[in-house]
């Protein structure tokens, strides 16, 4: 599930598996489909 963020007035997508950031909602989902993060660090 990709989620949003507000940063500088500007949304972000970030893939919830890994983190990473994107400025396209389908981006973020695209990568998340092929993201192999499966214990992002943060949740430890
Ligand atoms: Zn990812």
Not at 1 to 19: F, I, L, Q, S
Not at 35 to 41: F, G, K, L, T
Request: with cysteine; aromatic share 10%; net charge negative.
């Amino acid at each position: 599930m990709v989620a949003t963020t507000e940063r500088d007035g500007n949304t972000w997508y970030e893939c919830e598996k890994c983190g990473l950031l994107f400025d396209s909602r389908e981006d973020a989902a695209q990568h998340e489909e092929n993201c192999d993060a499966e214990e992002p660090s943060y949740i430890q």
